[in-house]
């Protein structure tokens, strides 16, 4: 999941991305509002955490024309405006959430969670395909009643393929799902989370398409 | 009574204004009444000579030999005159009395004379005696504590209506003057339902001339006081919402160190703590610094300070954090001037763009301080050849906490208030300040225009 922070305040951009990597989060970080529209070009983002007091561009205005243009990219406004005329305004522009600061971090991540799901019109945090069940909130994973501990980024890496079962994804498809901008990665980084998978769920649970990428066994049962 | 209670009853200007008023009529009543009374009293005693004069006149025109017989035979025993108008009347023939009015009353006989007064009986008596043709002498006499009665009696008839007069008109003055300070009385309520809330100006149409220029200097007091407070209001809502900067990032940071599971990223956490806790410490240093230094409430008195005074002060702060950049400070073209000031402000002031100047130039740099004086004003200039102000952001730098959007220069600490504070303590000199070029044609250059002799 890659998200797109627009925040001016270098503090809590920087803490912002710390922690919503930490939770297993690809998350790019921008300054200055004028740059939202080439990034929502250039990389696929499943969320936009928009501040609204920013130089350059106001957040309204960035959210305006976004929706203007047809883009219905999940919006969670993170503001430290308190008025309740602005949450409105804020809601009324196409907003999906609105958040003050200062904020819990728990919350936020819950919040992006709803919206996430929301997206692919889920309602719980949990989901299932046939023996594997995964939940976003609590990171746990089980196959066939056993449960499993996921690093954070293996656990993000599951729920792309199990969101679109079949569905290949190349290497730079996901690597680009899993890693946001200066982000090091290393060129074997897709592999070594691909291979802890399956050592802990067994070998059959991602296919290997050669050349082509990845997908999530159709059954992952069979296993 | 005491002293203060009559000065509170005069702090009334309705009262004030009766016991004054009152105090003048009764004074000039009193004034005219003695007058009149001398009057009166010169009057009445003309009249009652002359009355004097015409009755012996007129008894000496009659033949007074055929009536001596029936003149002396007086049956009043009365020891007194009968007061008002009454005169005592003798005719004497030779030495012997042949005739009186109230022969009782043995008034002596004088001899011929004009009018005089007379001592008889331990009074003052007004006597005038008439010599006729044959040998009688007519004397006609008035006791003058008599004569003072009537004065006295026709002088009380007189001033009895004045004196009922004066209550009624303190009743009068009473509410003809609060009838006049009707309009004060309406601003005074229109002053009462005003609140902090509510600043509206008063009417100033159908005010009176005296009241008006009071209302118009009450209009430019309401006014200031709502800009004041308006911007009060703005600052506090911009204080709040830039402490929730440095409040999101210790709350986030604290989330985190709880899930933290390595020793890297809790010192990570912590180091981030401190510095959000620096900042919070900054901003409200420097709100309090800038509350401090809101224009109205400015207490220092200004007086002569030199330029170069205050530098010297600035400096001995700012040199230690020059050197460690190894950032060199010059003072060029610096003269000798003087201006109105207060030295606080303004060595904050200065202490301000310095250590901006200090912060924002790469090590090595150049800051360039110079002070010159023109015909109306006094030029003091500031300027680095740092990475300087975009042209596009030069006009919002002086914004409560506007900070410059630019990544080279992003790892400065600030509250965006170092400048706004300058900027208040500027206008508060009457003083202008221009943001341009620094020095090589680049970094950035603050100069400040103080007039001459500064509207303060």
Known sequence: MRLLIVEDDIMIGETLQRALRKSGYAVDWLQDGRDVELSLQNSDYALLILDLGLPGRNGFSILTDLRMNGNDIPVLILTARNAIADKVSGLDMGADDYMLKPFALEELEARIRLLLRRKNGQKTTIQNLGGLSIDAASHKVSLKNQAYTFSSKEFALLTILMERPGVIFSRAQLEEKLYGWNEEVASNAIEVHIHQIRKKLGKDIIKNIRNVGYTLAEDPEIN | ?456
């Open chain 2, 1 to 456: 009574m005491s002293a203060i209670p009559w000065r509170k009853t005069l702090k009334s200007i309705k009262k004030r204004l009766l016991v004054s008023i009152l105090a003048v009529i009764f004074l000039s009543t009193i004034a005219s009444a003695g007058m009149t009374y001398f009057q009166l009293k010169a009057e009445m005693d003309e009249l009652f000579d002359e009355n004097m004069k015409q009755i012996a006149h007129a008894i000496a025109v009659h033949d007074l030999t055929a009536q001596s017989e029936f003149i002396s035979e007086s049956k009043d025993i009365r020891r007194t005159l009968k007061g008002e108008e009454e005169f005592l009347i003798q005719v004497w023939d030779q030495n012997r009395l042949s005739f009186s009015s109230l022969s009782s009353i043995e008034f002596p006989r004088q001899g011929p004379g004009g009018i005089q007064t007379v001592i008889f009986d331990n009074e003052e008596w007004r006597y005038y005696g008439l010599k006729t043709h044959g040998s009688w002498l007519i004397q006609i006499a008035q006791p003058i504590p008599m004569r003072h009665t009537v004065i006295w009696e026709i002088y009380f008839e007189q001033l009895v209506p004045t004196l009922i007069q004066l209550p009624i008109l303190a009743g009068l003055i009473w509410f003809v003057i609060g009838f006049g300070f009707g309009p004060l009385k309406r601003i005074s309520f229109s002053i009462e339902q005003r609140s902090a809330k509510f600043l509206q100006k008063l009417p100033e149409k159908n005010v009176p001339k005296e009241v008006f220029t009071l209302v118009k200097a009450l209009n430019g007091l309401l006014d200031r006081l709502s800009v004041a407070l308006e911007s009060q209001r703005h600052f506090t809502a911009d204080a709040a919402h830039e402490l929730r900067t440095p409040l999101t990032v210790v709350r986030l940071e604290l989330d985190i160190l709880k899930q933290a599971d390595s020793r890297e990223e809790r010192d990570q956490s912590i180091e981030k703590l401190y510095k959000a806790v620096d900042r919070s410490t900054r901003l409200v240093h420097q709100l309090l610094e800038m509350t401090r230094l809101e224009p109205e409430q400015i207490q220092e008195v200004p007086k002569p300070t030199t330029l170069k005074q205050l530098v010297e002060t600035v400096i001995d702060e700012i040199a230690p954090l020059a050197d460690k950049k190894s950032i060199t400070l010059y003072l060029t073209n610096f003269e000798n001037v003087s201006i109105e000031g207060r030295f606080h402000a303004l060595s904050t002031m200065i202490g301000n763009l310095l250590s901006n100047a200090v912060e924002y130039t790469q090590e090595g740099g150049r800051i360039e301080i110079s002070a010159r004086s023109e015909t109306a004003r006094v030029i003091f200039k500031i300027a680095d050849n740092g990475p300087g102000i975009p042209e596009n952001e030069r006009a919002r730098i002086f914004d409560r906490f506007y900070r410059i959007l630019d990544p080279a220069q992003s790892g400065v600490p600030g509250s965006g208030l170092g400048l706004s504070i300058v900027k208040s303590i500027v206008d508060a000199h009457g003083a202008i300040i221009h943001v341009s070029e620094g020095l090589d044609g680049r970094g950035a250059g603050f100069e400040i225009h103080f007039p001459k002799s500064p509207a303060i």
